[in-house]
């Protein structure tokens, strides 16, 4: 999945030739998951039309403050799209149009927008040769990115004028990739490593019966998918679950019994960062299995069941400098068994789930969490869907651990 994915890009054409490879630019925001608005300097419509990127963006195009040929004759907010953006990119950007963003210049709605932006602004330059190496060029995109914007290199090739040199703006795919890596490179879980264990365990009684409980596994899928968005590689060690995760950053490691858990559990802790367990273990397992199938009789069964480890704990003990979060899951005394458990097992943090909250738990899409933390600070938080849920997990570890 890209880090595009749900991005709001607002592409800003400017009018220079390479202005046609904006209709594969659109396209391949959109492949890639982000949702796209266009704007264009009215000179750049000589080079392509409105209707193709507005085709492909599925959104109007806007070039002017207010549309003349409209009844109403509708403002264009520039204001209103500068702070819809999560990101925006002029490309091509001309001379003229670097010269005007480095002045603070706004005779069009394409730069009025740019003034408006608080996102990141990535910039791509297109000009002949001779205008890309001219002093007063490189001093606009000097200046540019000194005011925080980010440049995409112009390449070498042969250039309209049919002159060859240095000037070609970089192709679409290439403005793409940039974009994706340096969204990456900034991210905050970058190069950490997180383990974490979702859904339920089965405890096998005999070769087709087991014990096991109704954990769906969507809350630990939501937070691996939440850290892998943030950059972390994810080992993502996983009961019998349905939920699908496709995301090359996470690594799932599937496993059946509390005990394959703990294995694998031990095996990946000592490299990770950050731990997070929000597994529901099955807390006792048969003490004996049984080889053969069970035959059922007319008087009762009894099966015998014993401890089985408890994973969380055993990682409290052997901690260095994991950030470890544990996951509480209680009927009554919810906060006070919860800050017990930090302690009994050396955890950093606990996310709390109380089992009288409606719409909390194991089972459904929502979950209604309180995160304490070893200090005994508690910070509740509003019914929400596990995904976003999953992330104010994600938040308030990264505010912790930085
Ligand atoms: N846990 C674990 N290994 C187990 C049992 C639980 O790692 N064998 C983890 C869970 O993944 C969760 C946390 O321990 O993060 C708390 O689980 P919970 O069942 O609420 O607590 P327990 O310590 O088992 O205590 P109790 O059931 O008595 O409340």
New binding site residues.
């Given amino acids: 999945m890209s880090v595009l994915q749900g991005k709001k890009v607002l592409l800003g054409i400017t009018a220079g030739i390479a202005a046609y490879k904006t209709a594969s630019l659109v396209r391949l925001f959109i492949k890639s998951g982000a949702e796209v608005k266009v704007i264009m300097t009215p000179a750049s419509k000589d080079f392509i039309t409105p209707l193709t990127l507005s085709t492909l963006s599925k959104n109007p195009v806007h070039s002017t403050f207010y549309n003349k040929e409209e009844e109403n004759e509708l403002w264009n907010n520039h204001v209103e799209l500068g702070l819809w953006a999560d990101i925006m990119l002029i490309a091509p950007a001309t001379a003229n149009t670097l010269s005007k963003m480095t002045n603070g210049t706004c005779d069009n709605l394409l730069l009025a927008t740019y003034l408006s932006a608080k996102c990141p602004v990535y910039f791509a330059p297109a000009m002949d040769l001779d205008m890309y190496k001219h002093a007063s060029t490189i001093r606009s995109l000097e200046s540019l990115q000194q005011f925080g914007n980010i440049m995409i290199p112009a390449t070498s090739g042969e250039l309209a004028s049919g002159l060859i040199g240095e000037g070609r703006m970089a192709e679409p795919e290439d403005i793409v990739s940039f974009i994706e890596n340096n969204i990456i490179s900034k991210l905050p879980l970058r190069g950490k490593k997180v383990l974490l264990?979702a859904g339920p365990?089965y405890e096998a009684i005999d070769p087709v019966r087991f014990i096991g409980n109704h954990s769906s596994g969507k809350m630990g899928f939501a937070i691996a998918e939440a850290a892998a968005s943030k950059g972390a590689e994810v080992f993502l060690i996983s009961g019998p679950s349905n939920q699908q995760i496709n995301n090359s950053l996470v690594h799932r490691i599937n496993v059946t019994s509390?005990q394959e858990?703990?294995d694998a559990?031990h095996q990946y802790f000592k490299e990770v960062d950050i731990a997070?367990?929000?597994?529901?273990?099955?807390?006792y397992k048969p003490k004996n299995i049984a080889t053969q199938k069970i035959k059922k009789k007319d008087t009762s069964l009894v099966i015998e069941l014993e401890?089985?480890?408890?994973?969380?704990?055993?990682?409290g003990a052997i901690k260095t400098n994991q950030f470890l979060?544990?996951?509480?899951?209680?009927t009554n005394n919810e906060i006070s068994?919860a800050k017990k458990?930090i302690e009994?097992?050396n955890l950093n943090a606990?996310?709390l789930n109380s089992l009288r909250d409606k719409g909390a738990g194991f089972a459904g899409d929502t979950n209604k969490i309180t995160i304490i933390d070893s200090d005994f600070k508690e910070k509740a938080f509003a019914l929400k869907s596990k995904k976003e849920v999953a992330k104010d997990i994600i938040e308030e570890i990264l505010t912790r651990i930085s």
């Fill in positions: 264990t365990t509390a858990m703990y559990c997070v367990l929000s597994a529901a273990v099955a807390d401890p089985t480890k408890d994973i969380l704990k055993s990682l979060v544990g996951f509480a899951l209680e068994n458990k009994s097992k606990i996310v």
